[in-house]
């Protein structure tokens, strides 16, 4: 079965501070990994999308990387600040745009 | 650039009551998606359509759940009847496809469905 796992269920910073958020994947048969932003209330804002031949994706403070062998992905946020609080969504295309997604990761940045 | 238009936002039936959901999709995205995310989990794909054809409904409940998608465009989601368990975010994508290669999903804002 193919899963999606996201670590930690929830996160809370210091604003400035430096964070990664996890995502495992149980098929390294995949096509993409995209990574979303969902604020309370709201449906979901693409972040980074990484193809299955790239290693990494960058945009501003945000930082992706995709390790396909090992099933793991990571989102690096940079100098956090307190909009950057939401859920942080990993998905999964493992099969013809089918996305599996993870719980997510609540995050809070305190200033 | 519109984004994915739901309606309604919000909608509260009570158990055994049939609704139904309007998506419409960024204007030249092939394919749609209907997802159904439960509160604190993440999002289950129900049904992706590619125009006007459906690529997999594998996790839709078809005795209770409906969809389709006119023209290759508009699409909708019934629920009749429809049970407390189905309390959740009904969520609409779109994205562009081509022969080699996946792009972005991009989502509506979501129908929130509240069953008494």
């Known amino acids: 079965k193919q899963e999606v796992t996201q670590i930690p269920a929830a996160l809370s910073v210091p604003e400035g501070e430096n964070l990664v958020l996890n995502c495992s994947f149980t098929?390294?048969?995949?096509?993409?990994l995209q990574w979303f932003r969902q604020d309370p209330g709201k449906g979901l804002t693409s972040l980074l999308l990484?193809?299955?031949?790239?290693r990494e994706q960058t945009s501003g403070r945000l930082n992706a990387s995709l390790d396909k062998s090992s099933g793991r992905s990571t989102l690096y946020i940079a100098a956090s600040q307190p909009g950057d609080s939401a859920t942080y969504l990993c998905?999964?295309?493992?099969?013809?745009?089918?996305?599996?997604f993870g719980q997510g990761t609540i995050l809070t940045v305190h200033p | 650039e519109a984004g994915v238009a739901q309606s309604p936002r919000y909608k509260i039936i009570e158990k055994r009551q049939s609704v139904a959901f309007w998506c419409n999709p960024i204007?030249?995205?092939?394919?749609l998606y209907w997802y159904q995310q439960i509160l604190g989990q993440g999002p289950k794909l129900l049904i992706q359509?590619?125009?006007?054809?459906?690529?997999?409904d594998s996790q839709l409940p078809k005795d209770r759940f409906s969809a389709e998608r006119l023209k290759g465009v508009d699409s909708t989601l019934k629920i009749q009847p429809a049970k407390l368990e189905d309390s959740a975010v009904y969520l609409c994508?779109?994205?562009?496809?081509?022969?080699?290669?996946?792009?972005?999903?991009?989502f509506g804002p979501g129908t929130r469905l509240t069953v008494t």
């Open positions: 998905a999964v295309d493992f099969l013809w745009g089918k996305l599996t």
């Open positions: 204007s030249g995205h092939a394919t």
């Open positions: 990484i193809q299955s031949s790239q």
């Open positions: 098929d390294s048969a995949i096509y993409n």
């Open positions: 994508a779109s994205s562009l496809v081509s022969s080699g290669r996946r792009y972005e999903q991009y």
């Open positions: 359509f590619q125009n006007n054809g459906v690529v997999d």
